[in-house]
């Protein structure tokens, strides 16, 4: 067995062993479709002019969701820095490069299986409820399926979303290497974005904070009416929150070559 494969083994030995991310990878699922469902029930199209785009109102679980899959990947990380048994996964690992991969490689496709967990429920839920609440064809919004290339790229990107979203909070973890203060980071920064543009009262500043928040940005990548309107492409707002995520993990790979396990 070469040395990424047994490092991605041994992580995914670890990840499986401890209730902690596993579980709450799980409640994301429920909490994503679970809120969806409430999202869906409460929403109302009247008629041809109704405004509301059916995949973001399936989709709505998400902004929730995330916050569950966040503290599942610092935590995958955070307690090996909590319990000190991060100087045995270094001691196993020297390259401490390839463990950040390997951990990196077993949380995405953890978090990869729970995004598209959630996001079929998420599209279940939707095709059951919201035509009973005018989302119709009559009315212009219905609920495609995913043979229309809109709605299979919102759901793509959304699954995407959710992994990069774990990365970033992965990545926050090694550079701080505490579990709370990496929990708070993160999502202080996927919901801070949108509280202070809208504050902001410059209409371009604004714009400009919708397509640097990774939340903002990443989240209208859901979008499959009035697309212009978004102040972000699709791909583009997905592309922001790799970046984001990209440089989360520069940051914790630079602390951990850096400094000894502590």
Request: charged share 10%; aromatic share 4%.
């Amino acid at each position: 067995m070469s040395a990424c494969a047994g490092a991605v083994h041994a992580e995914w030995t670890k990840l499986r062993t401890v209730a902690g991310p596993l579980s709450l990878t799980a409640a994301a699922v429920v909490l994503t479709v679970a809120l969806g469902v409430v999202a869906d029930l409460a929403a109302s199209c009247g008629g041809p002019g109704c405004a509301a785009d059916p995949a973001r109102t399936a989709f709505t679980g998400v902004m929730l969701g995330q916050a569950l899959v966040v503290v599942a990947a610092v935590t995958a990380i955070g307690s090996e820095y909590g319990s000190g048994m991060i100087a045995t996964s270094l001691a196993a690992v020297p390259r401490r490069l390839t463990g950040l991969a390997a951990k990196a490689a077993v949380v995405g496709g953890a978090v990869l299986t729970a995004a598209l967990l959630a996001v079929a429920g998420s599209l279940a839920a939707g095709w059951l409820i919201l035509p009973g609440r005018g989302f119709t064809a009559a009315n212009g919004s219905a609920l495609s399926s995913l043979a229309d290339p809109a709605l299979l790229r919102a759901a793509v990107c959304t699954v995407l979303y959710l992994c990069l979203v774990a990365l970033l909070g992965l990545g926050a973890a090694y550079a701080v290497r505490d579990s709370v203060a990496a929990t708070g980071l993160v999502l202080g920064l996927l919901y801070l974005f949108p509280i202070v543009a809208r504050v902001v009262g410059d209409p371009a500043w604004h714009r400009r904070l919708e397509r640097l928040g990774p939340m903002t940005s990443g989240l209208a990548a859901q979008t499959v009416r009035d697309v212009a309107a978004q102040p972000i492409t699709p791909w583009h707002g997905i592309g922001v929150v790799a970046l984001w995520a990209l440089a989360a993990l520069a940051a914790g790979g630079a602390t951990l070559r850096a400094r000894d396990a502590e």
